[in-house]
Nanobody
């Protein structure tokens, strides 16, 4: 059974940095896309970042986080990370780890596996 367990997160002031991690178990994802989504109160879940193996690692970011967030992973630990810098109040959301992502022309980014989510709150 696949499990994705997020850790990190919490409360940080605007302009600060925070890191979240996601440890996967049940199978390895070194050759599958892993990533992060987020859901702010009253809003739909949105794509944040993805890391995809295609002969080498390829990175994708939402425009809203590009240049501020960095996704990475440690295949030996089956863990994906999201380093968040220059945080803004609008980054406040529940962040969800995702594994085995797909990007469809009409559906956008979707995922087969999801973590439970972890709260990130940025105070202004």
């Amino acid at each position: 059974q696949v499990q994705l367990v997020e850790s990190g997160g919490g409360l940080v002031q605007a302009g600060g940095s925070l890191s979240v991690s996601c440890a996967a178990s049940g199978r390895t994802f070194s050759r599958n896309a892993m990533g992060w989504f987020r859901q702010a109160p009253g809003k739909e879940r949105e794509f944040v970042a993805a890391i995809i193996w295609s002969g080498g690692e390829t990175y994708y970011y939402a425009d809203s986080v590009k240049g501020r967030f960095t996704i990475s992973r440690d295949n030996a630990k089956n863990t994906v990370y999201l380093q968040m810098n220059s945080l803004k109040a609008e980054d406040t959301a529940v962040y969800y780890c995702a594994a085995d992502l797909r990007r469809g022309f009409q559906t956008g980014w979707t995922s087969r596996y999801w973590g439970q989510g972890i709260q990130v709150t940025v105070s202004s």
